[in-house]
């Protein structure tokens, strides 16, 4: 069945202008701008956001993995395609040539429509944002939120690469599934980030399992993202919680390398396949799920450990400052103590 839905932008006498600006704009619910923004709100946001910022991006980094299993798992359940045409996109003949490559990417679809993993994921990210932290009132940070989900979602629409009903049931299982992690991730005003991160690999785990009964080679990898990243947040936070100290900007820039490195690895064997092993092992889903399954584990535990990694590299810089500087000063009493005895002898020659 992929005739679900009632309208699409494609169905539509659109300016180009106006489908260009969606292209762009659509990305505040594309998955490679949430965890971008949660990982440097956990890592850089201080108490003007939060009372505990660290508690909170935590949480939400895990609400975020979350949002990314319900996706899979309902996508791989009903397995509905794309309206037609939703993979194909010709770039306004005023674009730049560097900039066409981008544009098809971000305004095209592949994988199943329904419902639409914009707007789950934009309702359950920007919805929590508003939920949990403190800036501004609580009214004006949930109007915020809702006029962004529904950019989000007007533009999947615009695009023509879903259905009115994707977005529509998309924002309405974004809710609920926002629900779901302030349920078991609150206590009062308090979050808990480890039972957030247990409950996003718990529905990581659930939509693996969906996708393959399904069948679903590409949803079965997506899943094990959710999973791996859920088990190595809860790891850490389980067994260190996390550090106050500040991430400072050169720690900040090395980080996002190595989650980029990481992240990039999972992301190239689940869509790319194993091609570095040249036949040695079979480039089949089982097998890339051994790469990508651990890939995502040690992304999501580096991001939730970043701050006491770089903590302790500043505690090690400092006892070997010190030491250097002890040992400096030793050398200098020791050459002022020679000097002396020195000139004593001279003196009684």
């Known amino acids: 069945m992929s005739d679900h839905g009632l309208i699409t932008g494609s169905t539509l006498p659109l300016p180009e202008w106006l489908v ?33 910022p660290r508690r909170v991006g935590a949480t939400l980094i895990a609400v975020g993995l979350g949002a990314l299993a319900i996706t899979v798992g309902l996508k791989s359940l009903f397995a509905f395609g794309r309206p037609p045409g939703a993979g194909e996109a010709v770039a306004p003949l005023w674009l ?14 592949d994988g199943f429509s329904f419902p639409s993993g914009h707007a789950i994921g934009a309702t359950m990210v920007y919805g929590g944002l508003a939920t949990f932290l403190d800036v501004w009132d609580r009214r004006t940070r949930l109007r915020v939120a809702s006029v962004v989900i529904g950019v989000v979602a007007l533009t999947r629409v615009v695009l023509g690469v879903h259905y009115v009903v994707d977005v529509v049931v998309g924002v309405a299982v974004g809710v609920g599934g926002l629900h779901l992690f302030q349920r078991v991730a609150r206590s009062g005003f308090r979050p ?33 993202i959710a999973l791996g990243g859920g088990l190595g ?9 996390t550090e106050t100290a500040p991430v400072g900007r050169l720690d900040t820039v090395v980080g996002l390398g190595v989650i980029a490195v990481v992240f990039g690895s999972a992301y190239g064997v689940a869509s790319l396949g194993l091609p570095y092993v040249f036949g040695v092992v079979p480039d089949t ?6 790469a990508v399954l651990p890939l995502s584990f040690v992304g ?8 006491t990694l770089v903590s302790k590299v500043r505690e090690t810089r400092t ?3 010190a030491a250097s500087e002890a040992e400096a000063v030793a050398d200098l009493i020791t050459e002022a103590e020679s000097v002396g005895v020195d000139d004593e002898d001279e003196d009684a020659a």
């Open 20 to 52: 260009a600006v969606a292209a762009v704009l659509t990305q505040l619910g594309d998955a490679w701008f949430l965890y971008l923004g949660l990982g440097l709100l956990y890592w850089l946001g201080d108490r003007r956001l939060a009372a505990n």
């Open 285 to 290: 889903t089982p097998f890339r799920l051994l």
């Open 300 to 307: 999501v535990a580096v991001i939730v450990a970043w701050p």
């Open 192 to 224: 808990h980030p480890d039972r957030a991160f247990f409950l996003a690999a718990g529905l990581g785990l659930v939509a693996t399992a969906v996708a393959a009964v399904g069948g679903h080679g590409a949803e079965v990898l997506e899943g094990s």
């Open 96 to 109: 730049p040539a560097v900039a066409a490559d981008a544009y098809a990417s971000a305004a095209t679809g």
């Open 319 to 321: 006892r070997e400052e």
């Open 233 to 241: 947040g809860y790891l850490v936070w389980r067994l260190r919680g």
